[in-house]
C-alpha cells in the first residue's frame, strides 16, 4: 500500500507541475546490494527543502522543483545506520530535466554512483571521480614519505600536512584546467574554477578563465570570476582604492571618498564569523587608542541577510563605520575570500598592507604599522 501510495504522490507532483508550466529536476536511483533495512535516502542543501525517499527494491526518485542552477545533497540511512557516518553526495544542476545514479553498491555509498542523464551533473560526476582519485593518490605518497599518523594533530606532523595542502593545492588546479579544456561550455567548468580561485596565482585563473565558453562568461559565477580577478588587481599593495558608496545602517549612503585625508582600516566581517566576533574588543582598544582626525576604522559587512547584520550590529556595539556590502564590493574592489580580511589604506587612498584573520596577541604587521605611524597612541 505505500508503495502505491508514494508512486502516485510522484504522479501526482508531476502532474501539477506540468500543469502549471513549473520546471522540475527528477533525480532517479539504483542501490544494489543488501540495505539491512536502512532504505531511506536523504535530500537536504541551500534552497532545497529536507525531504527523505524510500527505496523500493533499491529504487528511489525525487522530484524538485527548477528555478535557478543549485546543488542538493544526500546521503542514506544505511550510511547513517551502519557506518555511523556519511559523507554528502553532491550534485551540480543547472537545468530542468532527468538525472540518473545508477550501478550504486549500498556497502560503498552514494560515491559509488555513476551520474547520467543530464549533462552538467554528468560532467560534474566525472569532475568530482577524478578529485577523489587524485586525493587518495597525494594521501598515499604522503604516508610513504611521513608515515600513516601524518593526519593526525600536533607540531611533529604540521611538515606533512603542510605538504599535503600544497600538493592538493596544485594538483587541483592541473586537473581543474585539464577538465576546463575538455568541457569549455560546460557550468560544471565555471563551478569548478570558482572553487579554486583564491588559492592559485592569478595568472592560472586568468589563463582558465580565458578557456571557458564565451556564453559560459555570461553566468552569474564566470562574472564573478571576472569581479574577482579585477578585485586583485585593485587591492594590490601599493594600488588605489577607487571611490565606492555603501548604505549605513541607517540606510544612508556612505562614500569612501569622504575618508580622504585619515588612515582608514577597512574592516571586512560577517555577524556569522566566529573569528571577526573574537576580534572586536581588541579592536576597540585599538579604536580607543588611534582615533581622531587621522585615523578611521571602517567595517564593511558581506552578510547577505541585512537583518543578521543588523543584529550582529546590536550584539557588537561597534563605535566605528558601519556598511553592508550589496554591490559585491569585497570581490570586486577586494577580492576577499575570507573574513576577517583587513586593509590599511593611506590618507591618500593608497593600500599600505592586508591582513587575514585575526592575531589574539596584538603583534599583527598591521598594529605593528599603526604604532609606526602614530607612535603610543592618544592615550
Same mark, same amino acid.
Given at each position: 500500500m505505500k508503495r502505491q501510495t508514494f508512486a502516485l504522490g510522484l504522479l501526482l507532483i508531476s502532474g501539477t507541475a506540468l500543469a502549471q508550466g513549473v520546471k522540475t529536476v527528477v533525480i532517479s536511483g539504483k542501490f544494489n546490494g543488501d540495505t539491512r533495512g536502512h532504505n531511506k535516502v536523504f535530500i537536504y542543501g541551500t534552497g532545497v527543502k529536507q525531504d527523505s525517499a524510500v527505496m523500493t527494491d533499491g529504487n528511489f526518485t525525487f522530484t524538485l522543483p527548477y528555478e535557478k542552477p543549485f546543488m542538493p545533497m544526500f546521503y542514506t540511512e544505511y550510511d547513517k545506520a551502519v557506518k555511523r557516518m556519511y559523507q554528502p553526495f553532491p550534485l551540480l544542476i543547472d537545468e530542468p530535466g532527468t538525472v540518473t545514479l545508477s550501478e550504486g553498491d549500498i556497502t560503498k555509498g552514494l560515491a559509488s554512483m555513476k551520474v547520467g542523464g543530464l549533462k552538467t551533473p554528468t560532467a560534474y560526476g566525472e569532475l568530482r571521480r577524478?578529485?577523489?582519485?587524485?586525493?587518495?593518490?597525494?594521501?598515499?605518497?604522503?604516508? @610513504? /614519505? $611521513?608515515?600513516?599518523?601524518?593526519?593526525?594533530?600536533?607540531?611533529?606532523?604540521?611538515?606533512?600536512? *603542510?605538504?599535503?595542502?600544497?600538493?592538493?593545492?596544485?594538483?587541483?588546479?592541473?586537473?581543474?584546467g585539464t577538465f576546463i579544456k575538455e568541457h569549455p561550455d560546460s557550468y560544471a567548468s565555471v563551478y569548478a574554477l570558482t572553487g579554486i580561485k583564491s588559492s592559485v596565482p592569478p595568472a592560472e585563473v586568468e589563463k582558465m578563465y580565458a578557456l571557458l565558453s564565451p556564453n559560459l562568461r555570461?553566468?552569474?559565477?564566470?562574472?564573478?570570476i571576472a569581479g574577482f580577478?579585477?578585485?586583485?588587481?585593485?587591492?594590490?599593495?601599493?594600488?588605489?582604492?577607487?571611490?565606492?558608496?555603501?548604505?549605513?545602517?541607517?540606510?544612508?549612503?556612505?562614500s569612501f571618498a569622504s575618508l580622504k585625508g585619515k588612515y582608514v582600516v577597512i574592516d571586512f566581517w560577517a555577524s556569522w564569523c566566529g573569528p571577526c566576533k573574537q576580534s572586536f574588543?581588541?579592536?576597540?582598544?585599538?579604536? @580607543? /587608542? $588611534?582615533?581622531?582626525?587621522?585615523?578611521?576604522?571602517?567595517?564593511?559587512?558581506?552578510?547577505?541577510? *541585512?537583518?543578521?547584520?543588523?543584529?550582529?550590529?546590536?550584539?557588537?556595539?561597534?563605535?566605528?563605520?558601519?556598511?553592508?556590502?550589496?554591490?559585491?564590493?569585497?570581490?570586486?574592489?577586494?577580492?576577499?575570500?575570507g573574513v576577517p580580511t583587513t586593509f590599511l589604506v593611506d590618507p591618500n587612498g593608497k593600500i599600505l598592507l592586508k591582513e587575514v584573520g585575526f592575531d589574539p596577541g596584538g603583534n599583527s604587521p598591521l598594529e605593528k604599522k599603526l604604532e609606526e605611524l602614530f607612535g603610543k597612541g592618544n592615550n
Open positions: 577524478r578529485q577523489n582519485e587524485m586525493y587518495a593518490e597525494v594521501n598515499r605518497g604522503i604516508s @610513504a /614519505k $611521513y608515515g600513516a599518523d601524518w593526519y593526525k594533530q600536533g607540531p611533529q606532523n604540521a611538515e606533512a600536512r *603542510k605538504a599535503q595542502s600544497e600538493e592538493i593545492e596544485r594538483r587541483s588546479a592541473l586537473l581543474v555570461k553566468t552569474e559565477e564566470a562574472k564573478s580577478l579585477t578585485g586583485l588587481k585593485k587591492s594590490a599593495i601599493g594600488s588605489k582604492v577607487d571611490n565606492f558608496t555603501l548604505n549605513n545602517e541607517l540606510d544612508k549612503p556612505f574588543p581588541h579592536m576597540k582598544e585599538v579604536y @580607543a /587608542k $588611534y582615533k581622531g582626525e587621522k585615523f578611521e576604522i571602517y567595517s564593511i559587512s558581506i552578510d547577505k541577510d *541585512k537583518s543578521a547584520w543588523l543584529q550582529g550590529l546590536k550584539d557588537q556595539q561597534l563605535p566605528w563605520l558601519q556598511t553592508l556590502d550589496t554591490k559585491g564590493i569585497s570581490s570586486s574592489g577586494f577580492a576577499v575570500t
